[in-house]
């Protein structure tokens, strides 16, 4: 399975940790930045990891930042791409089993590196359900796909 990781500088140093960590586990790993500890701005590697996912450059991706709740919505802005913030590692299985979420988020400011291992493990080892965790997933596709038609300005505040 080939994992594309992000961070951005709040989250360097975990994201170092995990990508030798899974590399270690025997993933395929590309990291889209950030390459230091040097101040840097969240979207830009939230987006990054999410399109590679998208285009199927990556099958599965982590980002990292602070919290993980910044990453995660400048990757749940990039379309089809569903990328679940969590802090334990019961969630991050379900956002698989249930939502299909192909991106995990969390926050090195809230999370250890020990809970971070293991939220990424139970991320990665975890399969969709299908069935009706399909057919809501599909609804959420479906708000997206509403969404991406709004033209009026006074809903992009
Ligand atoms: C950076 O200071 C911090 O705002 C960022 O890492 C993240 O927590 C944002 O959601």
């Excluded at 089993?97 to 995990?104: C, E, F, L, M």
């Excluded at 090195?108 to 809501?136: N, P, S």
């Amino acid at each position: 399975m080939k994992i594309g990781i992000g961070s951005d500088h709040a989250a360097f140093a975990m994201k170092e940790e995990i990508r030798a960590y899974l590399e270690e586990k025997g993933y395929e790993v590309t990291d889209y930045g950030t390459y230091s500890a040097a101040r840097c701005d969240y979207p830009v590697y939230g987006e990054k990891v999410a399109l590679a996912v998208r285009s199927g450059e990556v099958d599965r991706g982590v980002l990292i930042c602070g919290t993980g709740v910044g990453i995660s919505l400048a990757a749940n802005k990039v379309r089809g791409i569903r990328a679940a913030v969590c802090s334990e590692p019961y969630t991050a299985a379900m956002a698989r089993r249930h939502n299909n979420a192909q991106i995990i988020a969390f926050g090195a400011r809230v999370v250890g590196i020990d809970t971070a291992k293991m939220i990424v493990d139970a991320f990665l080892q975890a399969e969709f359900e299908g069935g009706r965790h399909a057919e809501r997933v599909a609804l959420i596709s479906g708000i997206e796909e509403r969404e991406s038609q709004e033209q009026d300005p006074r809903f992009f505040r």
